[in-house]
């Protein structure tokens, strides 16, 4: 495990996993263990916004794709705005594109009036003091396309202190190659355990619960100890 494994400050070891071993947990932990895709999503939302809100930030860019990575962004962007920060969200394509725990999470937005742009985001990310990169997680297939692709590219060309949700979007989180753009990340929360692709960037790692519980790691064979001992959200060393 030690070739493969991160790391926390204090030493505990953890184990990175591919996306095909990431989704495997998720699977169990929803079909065998009963937890919900958006209990999940929310923690990972609510870690994000804790993230972000070290920064202490007044307009937030939210960029946020159809899948589940964009979902956790749209939570942390709820948590951000209930905090009087200033959100706008950038989604990569219509909401009528968005369904399940992701829909819920964009209905939510809607309902509490937060702005959202499927059009030209240039002013919202130039504006912004901090962009959450909320667009591509570890189902990344193939080089950025399309409006998620301008995207990356308008979000790297604002320079904008971002933080990514699981991995910069664009990144294959199994390799860690690039088949296209990449979003160029000042910091990452990863979630639940490192994926193996994160070897290969350099911005600061946190690790955030996403309350998966250990019999979920036994069930598919992983050894973990929590490294969530006394917080949700811990920096992890390569
Ligand atoms: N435990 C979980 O399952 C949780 C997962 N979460 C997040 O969900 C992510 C996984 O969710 P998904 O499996 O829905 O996948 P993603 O959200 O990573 O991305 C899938 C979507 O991205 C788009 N996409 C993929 N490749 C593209 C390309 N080359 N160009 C343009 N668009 C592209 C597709 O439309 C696809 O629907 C994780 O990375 C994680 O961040 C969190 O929301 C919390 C809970
Ligand atoms: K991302």
Not at 28 to 57: I, K, S, Y
Not at 81 to 87: F, G, L, T, W, Y
Not at 135 to 157: E, F, K, S
Not at 205 to 222: M, T
Request: net charge negative.
């Amino acid at each position: 495990m030690e070739g493969t494994a991160f790391q926390t400050a204090d030493g505990t070891l953890i184990p990175a996993v591919t996306a095909d071993e990431m989704r495997e947990i998720d699977r169990v932990a929803v079909d065998d263990v009963g937890l919900t895709l958006l209990q999940m999503m929310e923690n990972a939302g609510r870690n994000l916004a804790g993230r972000v809100l070290e920064r202490d930030p007044e307009r937030v860019a939210v960029l946020a794709g159809n899948g589940g990575n964009g979902g956790g962004g749209l939570a942390c962007g709820r948590h951000l705005a209930n905090r009087d920060v200033s959100v706008s969200v950038v989604l990569d394509r219509s909401p009528d594109a968005l369904d399940g725990a992701v829909s819920t999470q964009y209905r939510i937005l809607e309902g509490m009036n937060v702005s959202v742009t499927t059009s030209d985001a240039s002013d919202v990310c130039s504006e912004a003091d901090t962009v959450v990169d909320s667009l591509i997680g570890y189902g990344l297939q193939g080089a950025p396309r399309g409006r998620t692709q301008d995207l990356i590219d308008l979000c790297n060309d604002t320079e904008t202190p971002t933080v990514s949700l699981d991995v910069p979007s664009g990144l294959d989180a199994t390799t860690g190659e690039r088949p296209g753009l990449l979003v160029e990340s000042d910091e990452i929360l990863t979630l639940a355990l490192p994926k193996t692709g994160l070897r290969e960037t350099e911005s600061r790692l946190y690790l955030g619960d996403v309350s998966i519980p250990r019999i979920v790691y036994e069930r598919v064979g992983i050894e973990y100890e929590t490294p969530f001992r006394e917080s949700y959200c811990v920096a992890v060393e390569r």
